[in-house]
């Protein structure tokens, strides 16, 4: 991703981290600021949370909320993986691309990344990358890490997701889930969580609420807990461990424990889809990838995206000439998306463009 001008946009489309906190997230993180409780995650809040996921991942789990996602990347992965291990992953992973190698320098394993052109790994992909075992001079793969939805804003299914652990369970790996915008997943997927995660054969998640309205709340769930060894001292190691857990607890709650969460990404994903609609009924705007969750991609004329950052604040993409992302959040508005779908038409009407 490049920088984008330094001026102050009145609108943003840059990322959905970029929103502020669901009010119901606030509310939820004041009525837990009452009186003492057990610091480091023995509180009542801390417990009622393992309860609240219980259901949503439909068996019992194990829960560790962290600080961010990549804490709870890194965290979950090393639990995975003995020193020795490597992550088969896309090449467009957010663990390869957007954590600075946290992975790999802090949790000490090996990414062995597959190209994905529409951010989805597949069974062959995996296939290729399971070469080198018993090689002591090769790190070994142990653990295949999926993002959903992916860096490109596409899903994977249920069935692609069974169909790529049931490969992978039986060449003796693991599959771990980077699930910082499950949500958004699981609203246009139309099924549970559960779906295309505990019944599809992950063995483990890293819940992601930061970038679906919370102030700042993640969490490792483990699903098979045959997977993983020492969560709770690598969360620690890690300095993932939150004294004042309870705040975090209570906001994961607040998402979790109704319909807070799909709510919020429904209507991220539909406010994308908008805009996707909006963006290719102008001549010379492209949209280059299928709009699945809250992402938009697309190509725009040339020049237009210079004319209209002043305005509107969002990334430019590698790849193509022109191409852009487009984030949208539980708070954008469709005038937001009025406003920056009728700005590109503007510029791409004028002489030159």
């Known amino acids: 991703m490049t920088t984008v001008s330094s001026t102050t946009p009145r609108h943003f489309f840059g990322s959905d981290n970029y929103a502020g906190v669901h009010p119901e997230v606030l509310a939820a993180i004041a009525d837990a600021n009452v009186g003492h409780e057990v610091s480091y995650g023995a509180d009542s809040w801390t417990a009622r949370l393992g309860e609240v996921l219980d259901g949503v991942f439909g068996r019992p789990v194990q829960t560790y909320p962290v600080c961010t996602g990549t804490g709870a990347n890194v965290v979950g992965l090393q639990a995975m993986l003995p020193r ?110 559960r779906a295309f995660t505990a019944d599809a054969g992950v063995d483990v998640v890293s819940l992601g609420g930061t970038k679906n309205g919370v102030l700042g709340a993640e969490a490792v769930v483990v699903l098979n807990p045959d997977a993983v060894d020492g969560v709770r001292y690598l969360r620690k190691i890690d300095m993932q461990l939150i004294s004042k857990m309870r705040f975090v607890s209570a906001q994961l709650i607040a998402l979790f424990d109704g319909d807070l969460w799909l709510r919020s990404a429904t209507h991220a994903n539909a406010m994308a889809q908008r805009l996707s609609t909006a963006l290719t009924a102008i001549p010379g705007a492209r949209v280059t990838l299928p709009v699945e969750a809250n992402a938009v991609f697309a190509v725009l004329p040339p020049g237009v995206a210079d004319q209209v950052r002043d305005d509107f604040h969002f990334y430019d993409w590698d790849g193509l000439p022109g191409l852009v992302r487009l984030m949208c959040a539980f708070d954008t508005t469709a005038d937001d998306v009025d406003r920056l779908a009728a700005a590109v038409a503007r510029a791409a009407a004028r002489p030159g463009a």
């Open 84 to 193: 020795w291990g490597a992550v088969i992953c896309t090449d467009v992973a957010h663990i390869n691309t957007d954590e600075n190698a946290a992975p790999e320098r802090v949790g000490g394993l090996k990414l062995l990344t597959v190209p994905a052109p529409d951010g989805r790994l597949t069974p062959d992909g995996v296939a290729g990358r399971l070469g080198g075992r018993d090689d002591e001079h090769r790190a070994q793969p142990g653990v295949v890490s999926l993002t959903q939805s992916t860096e490109l804003g596409t899903c994977y299914t249920p069935e692609q997701v069974a169909m790529i652990a049931a490969l992978a369970h039986a060449e003796g790996l693991t599959v771990h889930m980077d699930g910082a915008r499950l949500a958004n997943a699981a609203a246009t997927l139309g099924v549970p969580v």
